[in-house]
């Protein structure tokens, strides 16, 4: 799971700023900033894509929720289509 931290250190990133930019606007170490991307690409490696494109963009409650309801639409069709 992608951390609030995580979060807002990809979307720096995604905007283009360096790793000592995102330290200072953080308020924590350069090393920290290297140490948690290093992490996250760890983390994402075999993820798919998109799915990690949208936690970092809303977050792992709203990623999670988005899911759910895709889910129950899903489920949903099914029983329409199926009777």
Request: proline fraction near 1%; charged fraction near 20%.
């Amino acid at each position: 799971m992608i951390e609030e931290i995580d979060r807002q250190i990809m979307q720096l990133r995604a905007l283009g700023y360096q790793q000592d930019d995102i330290a200072q606007r953080l308020g924590i170490s350069q090393a920290t900033v290297s140490q948690r991307l290093y992490n996250i690409n760890q983390q994402v490696q075999n993820q798919d894509p998109a799915r990690v494109f949208w936690t970092i963009i809303l977050g792992g409650t709203a990623i999670y929720l988005v899911a759910k309801i895709i889910e129950e639409l899903t489920n949903e069709n099914r029983r329409y289509n199926y009777g």
